[in-house]
Structures are given as structure tokens and as C-alpha cells.
């Protein structure tokens, strides 16, 4: 069963920075392209970006690109998104999803990170 | 960067009705999208890939048509559990962007 597990969330102030994990099971994550994405309160779903398997090839929404970097941990089977510089308008739920021939076919549950003082 | 206009950003459909919901691309996005569907409080499911290609294990009254720029999104007979908000992903070129969604509600 394929699994996807997103940590590292919570309150976080202005300015400040913040790592994501998401640990990967049931499927050989070495093989896949994963990324994240997030979703704003009551928003819509916003691509944040992905990365391919050797960790050669990142892609990135433009207006995250310089705030976000994606990163993975093939033996430890998991992924990574560090945020920084965050402001109220990167609050939201983050998910992680495996991209099987480029689709999102599997998500996380999702972590909530709120960026208030 | 591709627009995704998605449509109707509501609807509300008694049991047993069909319904669709249609997303239009700013240029060709030559099949390469997906419709979700996400529940309240849970992640987006996967439905449909490559406009018209059934995720393993999700109902046959599911179904995607579609190409160029134009893509649709038909549930047959509805059911009680198709309540939910439905999106779209053009996974064509980078960056990849969704439709901004289509709440369905089930009389």
C-alpha cells in the first residue's frame, strides 16, 4: 500500500523558516518523481513543484521558486520542502504526492502550517 | 503560464442524475490532465489521468473526454458519496496548475 506521511507543520511567526518531511512507503520511492503542493483555508490547490528521482531536476511554481526548495532522501525513503522568508499568505495544508508519468496519483493526509505572530 | 478555467464552481444534482463539469486550458494541453476529487478534511483522490484514463479502483461512473483545450468530467448516476469539490491539474508543462474547483452537492 502506498504511503505518504507529512510532519514538521505548526505555527511558525513572520519571516521565519520551516522544514517539511514527508516519509514515503509501499512503493520503491527511488523511482518515482514526488512533489508538493498546497491548499490555502477554504482555497483552491496550489502546485508547489517536483522532483525527479536523482534529485537532477527540480521544477517550481515561479512565485515559490525563491522561497522554496524541494529536496529528498532516497535511502531514508523521504521528502523535503524547506520554506523560508514564510508570510500569512503561505498558510495553508501541505501534501505530498508521488507523480507517476508526471500525475499526482497518490497524496499525504496533509500538514497544516500557520504563519501568524 | 496555462490558465485553468474550470466550470460551474457549483452545482447541486439529486441522486441518480449525471453531471459535468468541464475545464478549459489556455492553449493545447494534448490530454495530459488529470480530474481529483477531495472531500472535506481529506486529501484529493486521484479519478482520471491523461483526460480520459480511469484510476484503478475508482467507479466506472466516472468518465473524462476531452483534448486540445477542452476537457470534461461525467459522473453517471450519482450517488450520496460524490458529494465533494472536484479539481483539475493540466500536467503538460511546467509549472502545473489547477482549476479552481467545482463544489458538488447531492439533493
Known amino acids: 500500500e502506498v504511503k505518504l506521511v507529512e510532519s514538521g507543520g505548526g505555527l511558525v511567526q513572520p519571516g521565519r523558516s520551516l522544514k517539511l518531511s514527508c516519509a514515503a512507503s509501499?512503493?520503491?520511492?527511488?523511482?518515482?518523481?514526488m512533489g508538493w503542493v498546497r491548499q490555502a483555508p477554504g482555497k483552491g490547490l496550489e502546485w508547489i513543484g517536483e522532483?525527479?528521482?536523482?534529485?537532477?531536476?527540480?521544477n517550481y511554481t515561479p512565485s515559490l521558486k525563491d522561497k522554496f526548495t524541494i529536496s529528498r532522501d532516497n535511502a531514508q525513503n523521504t521528502l523535503y520542502l524547506q520554506m523560508s522568508k514564510l508570510g500569512s499568505e503561505d498558510t495553508a495544508i501541505y501534501y505530498c504526492?508521488?507523480?507517476?508519468?508526471?500525475?499526482?496519483?497518490?497524496w499525504g493526509q496533509g500538514v497544516m502550517v500557520t504563519v501568524s505572530s | 503560464d496555462i490558465q485553468m478555467t474550470q466550470s460551474p464552481a457549483s452545482l447541486s444534482a439529486s441522486l441518480g442524475e449525471t453531471v459535468s463539469i468541464e475545464c478549459l486550458a489556455s492553449e493545447d494541453i494534448y490530454n495530459n490532465l488529470a480530474w481529483y476529487q477531495q472531500k472535506p478534511g481529506k486529501s484529493p483522490q486521484l479519478l482520471i489521468y491523461y483526460a480520459s484514463s480511469l484510476q484503478d479502483g475508482v467507479p466506472s461512473r466516472f468518465s473524462g473526454s476531452g483534448s486540445g483545450t477542452q476537457y470534461s468530467l461525467k459522473i453517471n448516476s450519482l450517488e450520496s458519496e460524490d458529494a465533494a469539490t472536484y479539481f483539475c491539474?493540466?500536467?503538460?508543462?511546467?509549472?502545473?496548475?489547477f482549476g479552481s474547483g467545482t463544489k458538488l452537492e447531492i439533493k
Open positions: 504526492a508521488r507523480a507517476n508519468i508526471a500525475t499526482l496519483d497518490y
Open positions: 522532483i525527479n528521482q536523482d534529485s537532477s531536476t527540480i
Open positions: 491539474l493540466q500536467d503538460s508543462e511546467y509549472p502545473f496548475t
Open positions: 509501499g512503493f520503491s520511492f527511488n523511482d518515482y518523481w
